[in-house]
């Protein structure tokens, strides 16, 4: 067995281990990236919800820039590898899967352009080797850190890997069971005396975890072409699960608002004038082929393997409903047989995504779980913001926690309403082992909060700061429990952060890029400058100092503001310069 040592080791390729192994690398980390798979990218790719869940601040600040990256590296492929039309052309922010929307800009990508855009920036990152079709099969532990990580290969030669940090960037969480204490994670809903939270059940309940979905691609062809699949297995047991009316989507087509196919539609032939985009396209995913009965992680292998076929079989047969009794929109009789699956999207005859779609993973018992009364808007909680976390390392919003339900197991759906968050850095570390940390999904969330940390902008966000938490940690002989435990280090490592492009605070009218921008989000992360009582969340960085903020802040870092000091920027400024943020 051959050893190998890396600084930084990732197992897991989704989409925030990703976004790790770039950032820690990129910070001068010598990272491995392995997976079992040869697809990057997760949700955004080979689980094919290419069209993310994101907001209206998304292309500025609510999302890091190397996020962003991604997004404006997958417009240009766009730009000098197909011809746009005047309509595609026009927009300010491409998306190439439908029109520009000034209010809130969207975005999405093919799921097999996606991974390849991905795996460009991998390989362009200094210092990073890429392991694909690579399986741990083992943990060597010593006292409260992992010593080794033992992987076979693609050609079955197993090689034992040696890290400073290990990152868990699996969808599901799996090196969770392997290196921590049984009490030390959990999974499913946890109970009311666990978490405190309005809502959750008596008594813990392993069990209630978000449904799966096994994504599949669809291109919408002129009538009357005919792409009719085969009846597929189950479809008599399923067909009374299939709908298209599911929440705002009440139309499989017609009509201005969202639709069933426009709602992940990830390319619109309006956009193109070139053949090899001629025809829209979409995924389908929508509580119709939720697979509702029983979810996975199980604990056992070869159920998940069952539970994932019968996901399967019940999105390829919401397909064959769609092509032959759906209601046509224009009650010109049933199915739509132009429907034909997107072969292209995934590599796959049936259009099928090559792994389920994961909205709920195993998760650590860290420093920091975030809670539902931290986040959610309530009498307690009136914003403009949600808890204020000085050890911030990231933010994200979105409409609401997001949670869909699974009636299998009589556990029911949520959508609670949020305001915009914090990442606590506290959140990505277990409370004993010293070198694992956390880069998905399985940070320190519950069922609920995970409804929204599971994002696609999220996940990038954790696995980003998580990757340069561990980078961090290398360079100045550290460990984030030091990290987490030491004012003077987390500021250090926020300031890191911020040279990344990943902000800490949400402001809405200082954007990266500005020589304030640094300064102004250590201002608000520090809660010296926290913009109380402005309901847009703007810091008004030309606004002149009032007496009671000089008075205050002055009480908050123990020395007078000079007098020359003048607008809120220019504050702001200064107390970064003299280390007071």
């Known amino acids: 067995m051959a050893d190998e040592q890396y600084d930084v080791l990732v197992i897991g390729s989704s989409l925030g281990g990703v976004a790790a192994a770039i950032r820690a690398a990129e910070m001068g980390a010598a990272v491995c990236l392995i997976d079992p798979g040869e697809w990057v990218g997760g949700q955004f790719t ?10 209206k601040y998304i292309e500025t600040v609510g999302s890091t820039a190397s996020y ?15 011809t746009l039309s005047a309509v595609g052309s026009s927009q300010p922010i491409f998306n190439p899967g439908g029109p520009y929307v000034a209010s809130q800009p969207q975005f999405a990508v093919e799921p097999k352009l996606g991974d390849t855009i991905l795996k460009q920036m991998i390989a362009a990152a200094p210092g990073l080797t890429w392991r694909p079709n690579t399986t741990v099969t083992g943990f060597e532990l010593s006292d409260d850190a992992i010593a080794a990580v033992k992987a076979n290969g693609a050609d079955g030669s197993e090689t034992r890997y040696v890290a400073s ?21 959990v999974v499913g809903a946890e109970s009311h005396a666990d978490t405190g939270e309005a809502g959750a059940p008596a008594k813990a309940q392993p069990k209630w975890i978000q449904p799966i979905t096994v994504v599949c691609a669809v291109e919408h062809r002129p009538a009357p072409e005919n792409h009719t699949i085969p009846e597929p297995p189950n479809y008599a047991a399923n067909r009374s699960k299939y709908h298209v009316k599911d929440g705002v989507i009440t139309t499989m087509f017609a009509g201005g608002g969202t639709t069933g196919f426009n709602y992940r539609q990830y390319l619109d032939a309006r956009n193109f004038d070139d053949p090899n985009f001629r ?45 032959t009794e759906c209601p046509r929109d224009d009650h010109s009789g049933n199915g739509y047989p132009e429907l034909r ?16 779609y994961i909205r709920e993973s195993r998760r650590i018992k860290a420093l920091k ?25 990231g933010v ?30 506290r959140a990505l570390i277990p409370k004993r082992v010293t070198n694992l940390l956390a880069a998905c999904k399985n940070i320190g969330t519950t069922h609920f909060t995970s409804g929204l940390y599971r994002l696609h902008p999220f996940e990038w966000n954790v696995g980003e700061s998580a990757g340069a938490l561990a980078a961090f940690c290398v360079a100045q002989d550290t460990t984030p429990h030091d990290v987490a435990g030491d004012q003077h280090l987390t500021r250090e490592y926020q300031r890191a952060l911020l040279e990344q492009g990943i902000p800490l605070y949400w402001w809405t009218d200082v954007q990266p890029g500005d020589p304030i921008w640094a300064a102004v989000q250590m201002a608000g992360a520090t809660k010296v400058m926290t913009g109380d009582g402005n309901r847009e969340m703007k810091f008004n960085p030309d606004d002149s100092v009032s007496d009671d903020t000089r008075s205050a802040i002055a ?27």
């Open 165 to 185: 940090y290990v990152l868990d960037a699996t969808d599901l969480g799996d090196c969770l069971p392997q290196v921590l204490r049984e009490d030390e994670w």
């Open 341 to 356: 699956p997107a072969s292209e999207a995934f590599g796959s005859d049936d259009g099928m995504a090559p792994v389920a």
């Open 396 to 425: 994200g919003t979105y409409a609401f926690m997001d949670g869909h339900a699974l009636p299998g197991q009589h556990m029911s759906g949520f959508w609670i309403n949020i305001w915009p968050v914090q990442i606590p850095l």
């Open 68 to 82: 962003r990256q991604f997004k404006n590296n997958v417009r240009a492929w766009y730009r000098a590898n197909a």
């Open 369 to 393: 779980t975030i809670v539902r009364s931290e986040i959610e808007q309530s009498r307690a909680n009136t914003g403009p913001r949600a808890a204020l976390f000085d050890d911030s390392c």
């Open 279 to 323: 025809y829209d396209r979409t995924t389908l995913n929508t509580g119709a082929n939720d697979y509702d009965e029983e979810s996975i992680p199980t604990g056992d292998p070869k159920r998940d393997a069952q539970i994932v076929q019968a996901a399967r079989d019940l999105s390829l047969g919401f397909l064959y409903w769609l092509q």
């Open 555 to 581: 009480a908050k870092i123990g020395a007078d503001v000079p007098d020359g000091i003048d607008t809120r920027g220019h504050l702001a400024q200064w107390l970064f310069e003299q280390g007071h943020t």
């Open 46 to 55: 080979s689980q094919g919800v290419s069209k993310p869940d994101e907001h």
